[in-house]
């Protein structure tokens, strides 16, 4: 079974760290890329960045530039979000998901595959 | 940055009605869009990508179209399980972005 399993809720202070985490199974890791992308309550999905499993390329929207660090482990099949100097309009449901095209998310692509969410609050 | 805009951001309807959601794109973004459905506390779902492709095991009443600008989604003869919020959201660049999306409620 194809799925994607993250980490569980945190709650952080503000000014703080949240790494996330989202670990792979069902498929061969290093043939798809992983996206990230945020709900904040009541808001649209918001997409924050995406890493190519294959060989660690990552692409960040310019909103979360010099705030996100996405990487990737591929013995354990896990990629990882990191932002930092959070505050509160940070708070949101924190999703990782897969890009059906593979390694490369343009074009005829879409995520297939989510997890199943992270609630961070920061407060 | 390409912007979405769906109309409209909120459906009453029926079930057993013909229900047809808009995405436009403020650029031209070919065929590059796809759809999501998402409920309540849970992660969205992809009904369709390549504006027109239905993904796998996705209920056939669902039915993209468009290109360039304009796109629909539309979802003939509607079921209780159908109740959600839909998403649209293109890949033709980075930003890769979402829409403002369209609650379909009873």
């Known amino acids: 079974q194809v799925q994607l399993v993250q980490s569980g809720a945190e709650v952080k202070k503000p000014g703080a760290s949240v790494k996330v985490s989202c670990k792979a199974s069902?498929?061969?890791?290093?043939?798809?890329?992983v996206n990230w992308v945020r709900q904040a309550p009541g808001q649209r999905l918001e997409w924050m960045g995406w890493?190519?499993?294959?060989?660690?390329?990552?692409k960040y929207s310019q909103k979360f530039l010099g705030r996100v660090t996405i990487t990737r482990d591929t013995s354990a099949r896990t990629a990882y979000m990191e932002l930092s100097s959070l505050s509160s309009e940070d708070t949101a449901v924190y999703y990782c998901?897969?890009?059906?095209?593979?390694?490369?998310?343009?074009?005829?692509?879409?995520?297939?595959?989510w997890g199943q969410g992270t609630v961070v609050t920061v407060s | 940055d390409i912007q979405l805009t769906q109309s409209p951001s909120f459906l009453s309807a029926s079930v057993g009605d013909r229900v047809t959601i808009t995405c436009r794109a403020n650029?031209?973004?070919?065929?590059?869009l796809a759809w999501y459905q998402q409920k309540p506390g849970k992660a969205p779902n992809l009904l369709i990508y390549?504006?027109?492709t239905l993904q796998s095991g996705v209920p056939s009443r669902f039915s993209g179209s468009g290109s360039g600008t304009e796109f629909t989604l539309t979802i003939s003869g509607l079921q209780p399980e159908d109740f959600a919020t839909y998403y649209c959201?293109?890949?033709?660049?980075?930003?890769?972005?979402f829409g403002g999306g369209t609650k379909v409620e009873i």
């Open positions: 959201q293109q890949l033709n660049t980075y930003l890769l972005n």
């Open positions: 069902g498929y061969t890791f290093n043939t798809y890329s």
């Open positions: 650029q031209d973004i070919s065929n590059y």
């Open positions: 890493i190519n499993a294959a060989n660690g390329n990552t």
């Open positions: 390549g504006a027109s």
């Open positions: 998901a897969r890009c059906l095209a593979g390694t490369y998310c343009l074009g005829s692509a879409a995520f297939d595959i």
